[in-house]
């Protein structure tokens, strides 16, 4: 029979549980036994989790371990070897509807051990994190009741992305796109996982129609997009290129990237069927307080003067319109008219003046709340004198 896949709410007698299991198991291993440990969602206080205690026993020897089966067993527990991992030893107890598992390492391994240590921890000091795990598991205990490898395949980018954040976080790295989590949203990398949903973001025209791109029209270009628009911005230094998703299923509906260059512009996009709920906003202002908490000095946004929506979301995220100017697209190679819009952190009047020094036709527009001004054709080659903006103050 099927392992039957139920996720419960925290269970407070879950840390008392373990304690009692790794008395018996220390009993069991001996002197060879150095540490034992508490791991995975029931060591989380707060967290709904699939009611099995995880533990795992630190020993000296791997091979002392495997004389220790016997005992182990006769404590009701399957002896699997390795099961799939180089250098641990895997037990569980409870058979189809197990209870506990148990993942020996030998005390050299620093790498596996300081791996379940790092995510446990992770999940305790972010309760934002922990909350978006426990909802897609929620819902993928409900999609998958009896299918352990599609509850597992369901969750596996957010545990890949979640490892990540906490190994860099218990070296005290800086994180490339660390997961931001919002009401609605989880934000996260994309992975080559992610291919379908990249498809789908990146083939529609009229999601297109404004983004720096054509439409796909195969998953051979969503392969290549991938690599050129997301792993190579991952393998930088740093770098901001978020997977929007929601929390019920963590599939991407979008995207926000930003980029490190002296620009540091800042981009979004979106599928239709999300369009006008208020995604756009709430990913974005997500990702600003993250690039203020970095440091950051400054964002650029710019929009197409044909798209005001754009500019609406910018003025809701805080940002000002500086300038507007014409722009030979690329690689549509259409003529465009873009508005630049910027937003200090740091307190600074900066205005950022690239494009307005590029640019043969360029102009400052009277803006409505809306994002909308006067129309592009009104300054026809640059027939109206240019001046740049004066400083706007403190944003």
């Given at each position: 029979?099927?392992?039957?896949?139920?996720?419960?709410?925290?269970?407070?007698?879950?840390?008392?549980?373990?304690?009692?299991?790794?008395?018996?198991?220390?009993?069991?291993?001996?002197?060879?036994?150095?540490?034992?440990?508490?791991?995975?969602?029931?060591?989380?206080?707060?967290?709904?989790?699939?009611?099995?205690?995880?533990?795992?026993?630190?020993?000296?020897?791997?091979?002392?371990?495997?004389?220790?089966?016997?005992?182990?067993?006769?404590?009701?527990?399957?002896?699997?070897?390795?099961?799939?991992?180089?250098?641990?030893?895997?037990?569980?107890?409870?058979?189809?509807?197990?209870?506990?598992?148990?993942?020996?390492?030998?005390?050299?391994?620093?790498?596996?051990?300081?791996?379940?240590?790092?995510?446990?921890?992770?999940?305790?000091?972010?309760?934002?994190?922990?909350?978006?795990?426990?909802?897609?598991?929620?819902?993928?205990?409900?999609?998958?009741?009896?299918?352990?490898?599609?509850?597992?395949?369901?969750?596996?980018?957010?545990?890949?992305?979640?490892?990540?954040?906490?190994?860099?976080?218990?070296?005290?790295?800086?994180?490339?796109?660390?997961?931001?989590?919002?009401?609605?949203?989880?934000?996260?990398?994309?992975?080559?996982?992610?291919?379908?949903?990249?498809?789908?973001?990146?083939?529609?025209?009229?999601?297109?129609?404004?983004?720096?791109?054509?439409?796909?029209?195969?998953?051979?270009?969503?392969?290549?997009?991938?690599?050129?628009?997301?792993?190579?911005?991952?393998?930088?230094?740093?770098?901001?290129?978020?997977?929007?998703?929601?929390?019920?299923?963590?599939?991407?509906?979008?995207?926000?990237?930003?980029?490190?260059?002296?620009?540091?512009?800042?981009?979004?996009?979106?599928?239709?069927?999300?369009?006008?709920?208020?995604?756009?906003?709430?990913?974005?202002?997500?990702?600003?307080?993250?690039?203020?908490?970095?440091?950051?000095?400054?964002?650029?946004?710019?929009?197409?003067?044909?798209?005001?929506?754009?500019?609406?979301?910018?003025?809701?995220?805080?940002?000002?319109?500086?300038?507007?100017y014409r722009e030979q697209w690329q690689p549509k190679d259409i003529p465009v008219i873009f508005r630049m819009y910027q937003l200090n952190f740091d307190g600074s009047a900066r205005v950022f003046r690239k494009y307005w020094d590029a640019a043969a036709v360029r102009f400052v527009e009277a803006l409505d709340g809306t994002g909308a001004g006067s129309p592009a054709g009104s300054?026809?080659?640059?027939?109206?004198?240019?001046?740049?903006?004066?400083?706007?103050?403190?944003?």
């Amino acid at each position: 029979m099927p392992q039957h896949i139920v996720v419960t709410a925290y269970n407070p007698a879950w840390p008392g549980e373990f304690a009692r299991e790794a008395a018996a198991l220390r009993g069991a291993l001996g002197e060879n036994c150095l540490d034992i440990h508490h791991i995975g969602s029931t060591a989380v206080e707060g967290l709904a989790a699939k009611p099995i205690i995880d533990i795992v026993p630190v020993v000296r020897s791997l091979t002392e371990a495997d004389r220790a089966a016997p005992a182990l067993e006769r404590l009701g527990y399957e002896y699997l070897g390795e099961f799939g991992i180089p250098g641990r030893r895997y037990l569980r107890k409870g058979g189809d509807e197990r209870t506990h598992q148990v993942h020996i390492f030998a005390c050299g391994d620093a790498a596996n051990i300081n791996r379940h240590l790092a995510v446990r921890d992770y999940l305790r000091a972010h309760p934002a994190v922990r909350e978006a795990y426990a909802v897609l598991k929620r819902r993928l205990a409900e999609q998958f009741p009896y299918d352990i490898d599609g509850y597992c395949d369901g969750k596996q980018s957010f545990v890949q992305e979640l490892e990540r954040l906490a190994l860099a976080a218990r070296e005290g790295d800086r994180i490339n796109t660390p997961m931001l989590v919002t009401e609605r949203l989880v934000l996260r990398r994309f992975t080559p996982d992610d291919l379908p949903a990249i498809y789908r973001i990146y083939s529609d025209p009229e999601t297109n129609r404004f983004l720096p791109w054509f439409a796909l029209t195969s998953y051979a270009e969503a392969e290549r997009f991938y690599e050129r628009h997301c792993a190579a911005v991952y393998r930088q230094a740093r770098g901001y290129c978020y997977a929007v998703c929601l929390k019920s299923d963590n599939v991407p509906i979008g995207d926000v990237h930003v980029g490190t260059d002296e620009g540091f512009d800042f981009g979004y996009a979106l599928r239709q069927p999300f369009w006008h709920r208020g995604i756009a906003t709430e990913a974005a202002r997500a990702v600003l307080e993250r690039l203020r908490l970095d440091g950051i000095p400054y964002v650029t946004a710019t929009h197409d003067v044909n798209n005001p929506r754009s500019g609406a979301v910018m003025q809701r995220l805080g940002m000002r319109y500086q300038y507007s100017y014409r722009e030979q697209w690329q690689p549509k190679d259409i003529p465009v008219i873009f508005r630049m819009y910027q937003l200090n952190f740091d307190g600074s009047a900066r205005v950022f003046r690239k494009y307005w020094d590029a640019a043969a036709v360029r102009f400052v527009e009277a803006l409505d709340g809306t994002g909308a001004g006067s129309p592009a054709g009104s300054f026809p080659g640059g027939a109206r004198p240019a001046v740049l903006p004066g400083p706007r103050g403190k944003l």
